[in-house]
């Protein structure tokens, strides 16, 4: 049998409550190794908060364009705030997308002498209150729900690796120093005049550990690469979320974990727009993957090497980890380069490093 996939797998996080984690390891160890991407079904968010979120996110959008333009991401030197439609560009598109990114609270922690890439985490820019009245406090329990699931699936996808459950704590710090990161997006139809492609976001690996993804509408549009090229659906599944392995933990994982190509193409003429909520999980910002070693069990080293190293590459190249980056670094290179605006205000060195001829029109996302 080929280890190449034509779906995304399902795995039901209710077989864990029915006594059958034995399956839902083995399941896990597949769409890990094999996909990189898997839906969880039943996952443990929430109702009330869900709901409550999925009612606010067009609200937030339809915010006068002052407002939003008034938390740009521009004044955040942790890189949070409201980006406008074509801000970011992928393999040489620009992304037909607005977002917001938010984050867990998180009270900066950088002091002088300190890498600089401890400033990238910190508050969050949040909406006035009063434009859209409990919104931040949804949010902010959808996050910590969310962190408490990524904590507990980490440790699900530790053993899954053949490793004991505590295997890949290594990588984080306590919870109350981490800080992850969402963003809340729009993809606009296609009816939107201003829009000059159809790519949603380009082709791309995530840069972290794991993506926990919400498709907050019923769209299709979301397409992830496999192994021979082909780009396949990931269709909404409502009660689902969509898990995928970034560029970080493959690189811990030495390959082991599959870090797959994703892109989302812009809803049709005639369509409401798209709304999604990805969440990134964060290892410690110190934390230098390619100077820890784990130890895997043959039999889950064999899915791999049966899998092959082959896959499409249709995405742009990411190499900090490889290169020894610490994973803070890395994701602040990532950063100034999706964002140069920010990072020529917050990070004027690094950004005349990365452009040196000077401000691009648009980010390069990854
Ligand atoms: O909006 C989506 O469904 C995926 C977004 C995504 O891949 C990203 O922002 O990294
Ligand atoms: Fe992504």
Redesign the pocket.
Known sequence: MSSNFDSVPVVDYALLSQGKEDEFVQQLRHAAINVGFLYLAHPPIDKKTLDGLLEYIPKLFALPQEEKDAISMVNSQHFLGYSRLGKELTKGATDQREQFDFATQHQCRWKPGDPEYVRLWGEAQWPEESLIPGFKDTMLRYLSQVQALSVTFTRLLSVAFGLPPTGLDQFYDVPQNMQHRA?I?KYPSLDDTSLTTTQG?GP?F?AGFL?F?L?ASPHPG?QVQNLSGQWIDVPPIPDTFVINIGKGLEAATRGLAKATS?R?LSPPKGSTPRY?V?FFQNIAQRVRVTEHSLKFPQEVLAIKEKRGTEGATDSVNFSEYDRGEASGQANLIGRVKSHPDVGQRHYPDLFKQIFPKGLPAQGVAY
Do not use: E
């Open positions: 963003k997006v976001v791309h995530d993506t993804l498709q979301l994703h989302v999604s990805p």
